[in-house]
């Protein structure tokens, strides 16, 4: 579930070209079940609709300190209702009102009256965000607590490139979505593994698995936001969240070498990595040429990670493993969960359309070792990510 789901989060916008966009935030943050209050300037309403917004929040657009002739003081009870303040596009101005304490309408008064997180999304042309009245004002406000998104590289408005634009929408939503996010790990050290590992044949051939690695990386993301201290043993080095450490593997080996050395210490361990059964016995050092005939391959078993770390399980310890099954999902998980001595298994059909591999979305079904099941229909990998952690932050016991 979205941590924004049921909340009440108070959308600023002001008047930027980008004030289009914020449109789209408001669309997603109602779509994730956000209860959303738009509130427009003067400056907004300029470059878009009040009817726009009206129609696509949880409640007509809120333009003036003296639009409503029921609330005196809309600022005060905007103030208060908001679990989040976010003003996206955030002008120049707007930055300077919110460090200075400023309140000439409704948005800076709402500012003004709230103890709820603040994230701000600036956006301007380059030479007004460089100068550094602008960057000593967004360094205070970064310093007070404010979450400051972006701006990002991009065309600018009236044709020009460079540093300014607002961050994308989706990217402005996490940013929420993050100050929303309950400190369920915080203080906690978890380990996570993704991706599929590639096991050499010769020197440019390997054997490999059609994982992605978004599964494991959308874990990560989600633990670090969850304030968990994150490790994740990938070989998918590219997806992986700023927010984790990354230890960047191949195969097999790498892999268990590298979760040998940080399991130890983890409060939980998420094994989402497709690892390989078994490796070819004989790698060539050397590229195969196809005229000296078809090579025999022999293969031969590698290590089983998750089987080790479950049986040397240090008290405490939570440990996950995933099983992509084609066939008899749950007996296949359970024999898994009760073998490799689990906490948790991730079960999955990849046989199903949209399920799992090279996917954003992904449909598992849960299985605990207290017996208990748990199905979680198609959804984004990030969602699929928040109901194991949410399981995992349950199975740990008291912080000492
Ligand atoms: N795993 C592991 N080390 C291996 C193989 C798998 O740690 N050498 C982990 C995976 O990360 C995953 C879980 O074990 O969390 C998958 O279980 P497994 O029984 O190995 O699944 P499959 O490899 O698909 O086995 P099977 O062929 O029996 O389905």
């Given at each position: ?21 914020a449109?789209e935030v408001c669309?997603r ?59 996206c ?80 929408p989706?990217?402005i ?228």
């Amino acid at each position: 579930m979205s941590p924004v789901r049921g909340r009440c989060i108070v959308l600023g916008v002001t008047g930027g070209i980008a004030a289009y966009k914020a449109a789209e935030v408001c669309r997603r943050l109602v779509g994730a079940g956000a209860h959303v209050v738009p509130v427009l300037t003067a400056g907004a309403l300029r470059m878009v609709g009040e009817t726009t917004f009206s129609a696509l929040a949880s409640e007509p657009a809120v333009t003036s300190l003296w639009s409503d002739p029921s609330s005196a003081i809309p600022h005060t009870s905007l103030g208060r209702r908001a679990d989040a303040v976010v003003v996206c596009p955030a002008t120049a101005r707007l930055i300077s009102d919110l460090r200075t304490g400023r309140s000439g309408d409704v948005l800076t008064a709402t500012l003004l009256a709230t103890r709820a997180p603040v994230i701000v999304a600036p956006a301007m042309h380059t030479e007004m965000w460089e100068q550094p009245s602008v960057q000593d004002n967004v360094a205070v406000l970064a310093e007070r607590g404010v979450t400051i998104v972006g701006p990002v590289e991009g065309p600018l408005a009236g044709g020009d490139i460079g540093s300014g634009r607002m961050a994308e929408p989706a990217e402005i939503v996490t940013a929420i979505e993050a100050v929303l996010t309950p400190q369920s790990l915080a203080g906690r050290r978890v380990l996570v593994t993704s991706g599929g590992t590639r096991e050499p044949i010769d020197a440019v051939r390997f054997v490999g698995n059609r994982s992605s690695g978004k599964q494991g990386a959308a874990v990560a993301s989600e633990a670090a936001a969850r304030g968990a201290e994150v490790v994740l043993v990938t070989t998918e080095p590219d997806r992986a969240p700023a927010a984790a450490r990354v230890v960047a593997v191949e195969t097999a080996a790498e892999m268990a070498a590298a979760v040998e050395l940080e399991a130890p210490g983890a409060d939980a361990v998420v094994m989402a990595a497709a690892v390989a059964d078994f490796r070819p016995a004989r790698p060539a050092g050397t590229k195969l040429k196809k005229g000296l005939g078809v090579p025999a391959l022999e293969l031969q078993p590698t290590r089983d990670i998750l089987a080790s770390l479950g049986a040397s399980k240090s008290p405490g310890q939570v440990l996950v493993g995933f099983a992509a099954e084609t066939e008899d999902l749950e007996t296949n998980a359970l024999i898994k969960l009760r073998s490799k001595n689990l906490d948790v298994i991730v079960a999955n059909d990849v046989s199903k359309e949209h399920v799992g591999f090279g996917h954003d979305t992904n449909e598992i079904v849960m299985y605990t070792a207290d017996g208990a099941r748990h199905h979680v229909p198609l959804t984004t990998k990030q969602e699929a990510a928040r109901v194991v952690l949410d399981k995992v932050a349950a199975l740990m016991p008291e912080a000492p």
